[in-house]
């Protein structure tokens, strides 16, 4: 199972940004799905998770700016940035808790992807 990132780079204050996770492999059902960001000298934190019945939940200081999204067909996820603002500068990741089967035996796993840089200048 591999989780690829893309769109992130550089945006003016005030601009957006679409980041994408594509999740590849097979054998495996996603049970939740989620973005997180490690800002310059800070731990890694949690921006929105989204669960398999499509729940979603956001960091509170986020929510109404940011929007994350699934699509089931294509096993990929979105997170929606607007109005991003310096302090939104980070390496953005994307996660996955997922079900991998094996014959008849089951076990999740978390997997992340490498991280996407967003700088937001003022």
């Known amino acids: 199972v591999q989780l690829v990132e893309s769109g992130g780079g550089l945006v003016q204050s005030g601009g957006s940004l679409r980041l994408s996770c594509a999740a590849s492999?097979?054998?495996?059902?996603?049970?939740?799905m989620g973005w997180y960001r490690q800002l310059p000298g800070k731990l890694r934190e949690t921006v929105a998770t989204?669960?398999?019945?499509?729940?979603?939940d956001y960091a509170d200081s986020l929510e109404g700016r940011f929007a994350i999204s699934r699509d089931n067909a294509e096993n990929t996820l979105y997170l929606q940035m607007n109005s991003l603002k310096p302090e939104d500068t980070a390496v953005y990741y994307c996660?996955?808790?997922?079900?991998?089967?094996?014959?008849?035996?089951?076990?999740?796993?978390?997997?992340w992807g490498q991280g996407t840089q967003v700088t937001v200048s003022s």
């Open positions: 989204v669960t398999s019945d499509g729940t979603t």
């Open positions: 492999g097979s054998g495996f059902r996603i049970v939740a």
């Open positions: 996660s996955m808790r997922a079900e991998v089967f094996s014959g008849s035996y089951s076990e999740e796993f978390d997997y």
